[in-house]
């Protein structure tokens, strides 16, 4: 950021820091226009990976959606650009809801000679005619390229040392120049800010690394705006066998962070690879597109031969896994920098933290802030969040502090909070909005507590911690304020539990978090958790689970297993483990069963249906992720059973209802489900059965791909 700071005090001075970098900007200006003038092109295959990439708990991060696309490519100096999609599938995992969907994006950029940059959107597998391209949604963006001969209007420089970079496996010797834009333009123009890094020998761009953004003015437009306030790019460049340069890879980034929750957001990421590049003989072909235009040709197979090409060169999913946001993290908004002055941010670390509808509380609103001191105290924040239940009429909160360095956190704190009792929980649900409709599926423990953690990153699995805390706790009893839903429901009776103070310990093991209903990545994932209290409340909560997520095209396999056990005398009910209907088993009735011992295993397989699985263009121009059906099957199996004395004492004490809401499963219980889901089962519909004699068949509605 300094360097940038200094490129923008430089621009009344002059376009360059020295004299000699101004030299080596005129040399390779005119490198960059004998490259443009010459006759020469080339033919690439680019294979491209588009995803959406969602981040959770600032730690987890993975794709949501991934479209890959291969295309046959040709450019020529005197033809300008042609492109053919001869491939196309998609991977959606989630309900593309995020304003990123709707955002243009770069896919290509034909060439990185020129006095501009041409950057083609993506605009999905589809026909684009010349005339379509030539102006409105589907035009190419332009950039002033870096080393246009108009450059002083537009740019600053620093830099120009010769050191060496490696590229995509390959050491070169380059020039590392810094551009910044000249901030005061008399009309708008979209312009390059970054890293431009010159081929000693050839002074050809071998890299452009950083964003591209609108500078002055904004034109005028309609209600709608479709454009990014900012493209991050990395852009690389490599010679062909006759010396000339070509596009070899191409990422463009869209990075957005919620406005009110921590740590979570999303990333639209394209990617292209240009294989097979081979260059043309002067003159090859006639001209599709004249070069003096800002169009370009796009065609495409027929959907049915998109579907069964199957001359994928890397796996779905690898290219997006082997980038990280945080490659571009000099260039985020001074907010999402660790560095700076302190700042004070109106965010909490989940939606809930000002808004959440239960049949406790009925609606809560609340207020939750952040102080970041980064430069006054590296590493340091504050959290304080409060607000009150209206139907409860009873006020929550909390406040802590964060002291984080490299891999360690240290966290303390108090709070006043409703905590969840349910166990085996899918990963990431979210009980804030659980009451809106339905039944409200969760059951709630009032508690308070004050204590300290200390939380450890672990290696390169991203979103892995190990962690440790201890604290002082009371639980109180809670009771239903709302009889009904929105939407017409019955709530049901808050379970029992045993209130009482006590210390507690809690020891966590996450491993691989992202291997998950949520996220389009294989592997194996493991949490592993033990809690111990001593006090009022006396016992020992020994709780794991294990994820395992394979794509095997065009097949979708994933299961989890979960199994817990409470060590106590007296076990409190909320430490129980309670199963049924959305609690686990969707065949049977709504936590039918509960023990201090569980097993619970989860098997889904989809299987997509060749039909709308093509991601598609609204008339904008803008590209949506394809609706993928697919049908899925499901399978389910659990136990429960009390083990210890006052088990059974603990499972009555749920209910005190004749017949009892809970039992134990006496052995083996089964159901399965078949669903119809769209965007790859994230949202399905379907009916449940337990595998058992009289059980009813019911109606399911899923989201997420959870269980």
Known sequence: MLGLVLLLQMAA?????????????????????????APRGYRATAETEAATIGRREGRIEGAITVEQTTSLVRWTGSGGFEQHVVGSRSFPNAIPLSRLAFLRIGWLIPTLHGERLQVIPRTGAEQTRLEET??????????????????????????????????????????????APVESLPAEEILFEGEMHLDVETLAVARLFGRIRAVGPPRSGGFFNFDPAVTLVDLLNAPL????????????????????ASGYGATRRVISHFDDRTPLPPGEGTAAVAAATAGYLLTSAPN??????????RPAGHVSRSAAGGDFSRFRPGRLQGAGPPQLLVQGFHIGDFFRFNRIEGVYTGLSLIAEFRNAAPGLSLRAMGGYAWSEKTGRGAFGLAWTRRSWTVEAGAARSLDVTNKFRNQFDNPATGGIAGRDPWDYVDRRGAGAAVIRALGDERGSIARFEVSRVEDSEVAKHLDKSPFGGVYRENRGITPGSYWRTRALLDWNPAVSPLFARDGVGFRGEIETAGGDLDYARVEGRIV???????????????????????????????LGGSAGLPGYEYKEFAGDRAMLLRVRVSYPIAMLDVPFRIGSGVTLPSLAPAISLGFQGAMTDTRTAGG?????????VTPPVSVGTDGLRTSIDIRIGFFGDALAVGVARALAPGRATRFIFAFGRQF
């Open 241 to 260: 066998p006759d010396g000339h340069w070509a596009p070899a890879m191409q990422r463009f980034e869209i990075q957005t962070a919620s406005s009110l």
């Open 548 to 578: 395992a997520r394979k794509s095997l095209a065009p097949i979708f396999f994933i299961a989890r297993l979960h199994a817990g056990a409470v060590f106590a005398s007296r076990p409190p009910p909320q430490q129980l483990f309670e």
């Open 13 to 37: 001075a002059g376009p360059c820091a020295t004299a000699q970098l101004c030299r080596l900007l005129d040399s390779a200006t005119a490198a960059n226009g004998r490259a443009m003038e």
């Open 648 to 656: 059974p004492s603990a499972v009555r004490a749920l209910g005190e």
């Open 304 to 313: 049915d031969s998109l579907r069964r090409y199957r001359r994928w060169r």
């Open 134 to 179: 030539q102006s409105g949604p589907l035009a190419p963006q332009i950039v002033v390229h870096p080393l246009a001969s108009d450059r002083a209007a537009y740019y600053v420089y620093a830099g120009g040392a010769a050191v060496v970079r490696t590229f995509d496996g390959t050491a070169r010797r380059v020039y590392v120049v810094e551009v």
